[in-house]
């Protein structure tokens, strides 16, 4: 296999590794002091310039015909019928691409484009054993413009698009050779140039589908994104002289890196405060004494005569339990706490254990802040859902927090879903360790 196809894997590969991992950048949740929500999203602008190059493997329908001796061309024709060959071009580009849209353009411009063919053609009837073989190079201009379809996907196929429009090739040079074989008593061998040449300009058609992953983020305002693609590509007869209709058919495959442009998007959520808890609210009012209480409340007090009593036998002797490992807290290290069941929100012991020492800690530590990230295994449950219990999960460790005096700012939540697996979803042991909540200490 070549190695350029090698390469394109491994780029691939790497791209859809490191497009997961900044998504989680584009897109920030961050509770206020207030209790307000702030959604800030790094929103991409639709335009984008890059370059690409790329490869293609050709084949020939249709009919070649060219003259059996060229000073005398009425002596009879070499007609070529079919044939393969291959090419490769590079190109800068031009893309719009408006955010949240389904429709963009892409305007490419390949300075040059290099495509070989080759065919044979065996008279009927010979006896020496004679051949043609044509050796046809070309070089061309490209001019490209192609319309994009982006449909409505998610997770890894989030960048999946549709490309459709046409070329337009300006001749730049051809060489077409022709070479006699025979193989009667010995090999003869012969190339003549020809002076006929393709179309100086010609029109096609190409249709396709590419894949975008973002695989960095420069600073605040950039993103570098990697554009893998897979076109067919038709264009008229390369040459009409003699009666010929010698048609290319291809399949190019390409890789684009393109740059584009960011802002910054902000939405403010306030706090629905008639969602909030009924035991929270009824910590605020003032609590009034049992009915028993109050009837003591004012009286005089009452002596008591104690009488002697039987000695009693002392308590049985309680067992101590063991003593519960203190908590050690480990900036910049992600602890994994995982769920017993696939909708399962609630804090477990163990995490409230972490908890508390967490509390102390941050309390301690004023400059340190916490990042909390929510996941689920792959149960069946659609995208929302599984969204939808990673942030209650992340949500339910900031309410923790936020009770025992840890303010909302320094505590960064958010939910991944089922997007982020870390062992199998095929096994119930992997699915297990998927269901978690993943907490790092920023120091």
């Given at each position: 296999m070549p190695r350029w196809v090698w390469l394109t894997v491994v780029l691939v590969l790497g791209g859809v590794q490191l497009s997961a991992q900044l998504a989680v950048e584009l897109r920030e949740r961050v509770v206020l002091p207030s209790g307000d929500t702030l959604l800030r999203s790094r929103v991409g602008q639709p335009w984008w310039v890059g370059i690409g190059g790329g490869a293609t493997g050709m084949g020939y329908v249709g009919r070649l015909n060219l003259p059996r001796f060229e000073e005398l061309p009425e002596r009879g024709l070499l007609p070529f019928r079919g044939g393969f060959g291959n090419g490769w071009t590079a190109w800068v580009l031009v893309g719009w691409t408006p955010p949240e849209q389904r429709w963009g353009a892409i305007l490419r411009l390949s300075p040059i484009e290099v495509w070989r063919a080759s065919a044979r053609f065996t008279p009927v009837g010979t006896t020496t054993g004679q051949q043609y073989e044509l050796d046809l190079l070309v070089r061309t201009f490209l001019l490209s413009a192609s319309a994009r379809y982006t449909p409505h996907w998610s997770g890894v196929w989030a960048g999946l698009h549709f490309l459709g429009g046409?070329?337009?090739?300006?001749?730049?040079?051809?060489?077409?050779?022709?070479?006699?074989?025979?193989?009667?008593?010995?090999?003869?061998?012969?190339?003549?140039?020809?002076?006929?040449?393709?179309?100086?300009?010609?029109?096609?058609?190409?249709?396709?589908?590419?894949?975008?992953?973002?695989?960095?983020?420069?600073?605040?305002?950039?993103?570098?994104?990697?554009?893998?693609?897979?076109?067919?590509?038709t264009a008229l007869p390369v040459q009409r002289t003699w009666g010929s209709n010698w048609t290319p058919l291809g399949a190019r495959v390409g890789l684009q890196l393109k740059v584009g442009w960011d802002t910054f998007r902000e939405e403010l959520r306030r706090l629905d405060t008639s969602a909030i808890s009924p035991v929270l609210a009824a910590e605020g009012k003032p609590k009034e004494l049992p009915l028993r209480e109050q009837l003591w409340v004012g009286m005089p007090p009452i002596a008591v005569l104690l009488l002697p009593q039987e000695e009693q036998p002392p308590p049985p002797e309680t067992v101590t339990p063991p003593a519960v490992p203190a908590v050690r807290i480990v900036p910049n290290r992600?602890?994994?706490?995982?769920?017993?069941?696939?909708?399962?929100?609630?804090?477990?012991?163990?995490?409230?254990?972490?908890?508390?020492?967490l509390a102390e800690y941050l309390r301690a530590n004023p400059q340190a802040e916490v990042r909390i990230v929510g996941h689920t295994d792959d149960f069946g449950g659609g995208l929302e859902e599984t969204q939808r219990i990673s942030e209650q999960r992340a949500q339910a460790v900031v309410e923790y927090l936020v009770q025992r005096g840890i303010s909302r700012a320094r505590l960064l939540a958010s939910g991944?879903?089922?997007?982020q697996p870390i062992a199998d979803n095929r096994t119930a042991a992997g699915r297990a360790q998927n269901r978690r909540v993943e907490i790092v200490v920023v120091q």
């Open positions: 046409v070329d337009a090739r300006f001749l730049w040079n051809a060489r077409e050779r022709v070479r006699t074989l025979l193989h009667n008593t010995e090999r003869i061998e012969e190339w003549r140039l020809l002076r006929e040449q393709p179309l100086p300009m010609s029109l096609g058609l190409h249709v396709g589908a590419g894949l975008d992953f973002v695989v960095a983020l420069m600073g605040e305002r950039a993103r570098v994104v990697l554009s893998p693609h897979v076109l067919l590509q992600i602890e994994r706490f995982l769920y017993p069941s696939e909708r399962a929100v609630a804090l477990t012991p163990e995490l409230r254990r972490y908890l508390d020492a991944m879903g089922a997007r």
